[in-house]
């Protein structure tokens, strides 16, 4: 990917020098960390997109009364280990 912009940011300078030595300490250039970093930050809010998805679909389900008590499915899934394991 051409890299066509540039970030400028102000740090304090001890915040500065502690993240050069960070990506330092790794071997890798400033700039790469910072564009791992704000990668890393896509994904996240990608995941929490994904998540709070998947929460309200369970809700809608227990609202609908699609949903079963963990009860049955504890019970369920024990039966399947018995069947697996052998057992009964």
């Known amino acids: ?3 066509e912009a ?3 940011l102000k740090l ?3 915040l500065r020098a502690d993240f050069m ?3 330092e300490a790794v071997h890798r250039p400033a700039s790469q960390v910072m564009r791992d970093f704000i990668r890393q930050q896509q994904q996240v809010r990608d995941y929490d ?3 709070h998805r998947k929460v309200e679909a369970g809700r809608a389900a227990v609202e609908a009364a699609r949903g079963r ?3 049955e499915v504890e019970a369920t ?3 399947r ?3 697996v394991l052998g057992h009964k």
């Open 1 to 3: 990917m051409a890299k």
């Open 6 to 8: 540039v970030f400028n």
């Open 12 to 14: 304090e300078p001890e």
């Open 21 to 23: 030595a960070a990506a």
């Open 49 to 51: 997109g994904f998540l």
């Open 69 to 71: 008590s963990n009860e």
């Open 77 to 79: 899934f024990a039966a």
């Open 81 to 83: 280990r018995d069947q």
